[in-house]
């Protein structure tokens, strides 16, 4: 299990999707994903994917990673993906283009990261639907 603490300010980012359940836009279900500093936990950045498209566009994500890059003015020196993300390929496609070697886990390896970014989501975007 990976804890921020093992990790320096752009050691890694981390790619995740944040929503267990779908978020609903004029009754479509999308998805997010977040890009996140490991160490700090700081979002970089996120993108909306329709369920239906699965998996953020490469464009939506190209975008997300050159914002990243005008927060931190430099690549993480790797990226971490879940082994369980249908988005997988289209972020591992966009490290490899900008030169960043990644790293698949279990989810689980990154609860201690990513579980209180979920929580805060859960309570404070998810909790106050009507």
Same mark, same amino acid.
């Given at each position: !299990? ?7 300010? &752009? ?7 944040? &929503? ?5 836009? #004029?009754?479509? =279900?999308?998805? !997010?994903?977040?890009? !996140?500093?490991?160490? %700090?936990?700081?979002?970089l $950045?996120?993108?909306? +994917? ?14 997300? @990673?050159?914002?990243?890059? $005008?927060? #931190? /003015?430099?690549?993480? #020196?790797?990226?971490i993906?879940?082994?369980? +993300? ?10 490899? #283009? &900008?030169? *960043? =070697?990644?790293?698949?886990?279990? *989810? +689980?390896? /990154? %609860? %201690?990261?990513? $579980?209180? /970014?979920?929580? %805060? @989501? !859960?309570?404070?975007?998810? $909790?106050?639907?009507?």
């Amino acid at each position: !299990m990976f804890t921020p603490d093992q990790f320096e300010v &752009n050691d890694a980012w981390i790619a995740v999707r944040i &929503n267990e359940e779908f978020l609903f836009v #004029k009754e479509d =279900p999308y998805d !997010m994903f977040v890009l !996140m500093d490991a160490a %700090s936990t700081y979002v970089l $950045g996120f993108v909306f +994917s329709r369920v239906v498209d699965e998996a953020p566009t490469v464009k939506d994500v190209e975008d997300l @990673f050159k914002k990243a890059w $005008g927060a #931190k /003015l430099q690549w993480a #020196k790797k990226l971490i993906v879940t082994d369980d +993300s249908i988005a997988i390929n289209v972020f591992i496609q966009e490290a490899e #283009k &900008n030169g *960043i =070697p990644f790293d698949i886990v279990p *989810i +689980s390896d /990154l %609860s %201690s990261i990513i $579980g209180p /970014l979920k929580e %805060s @989501f !859960m309570k404070d975007f998810i $909790g106050k639907r009507t």
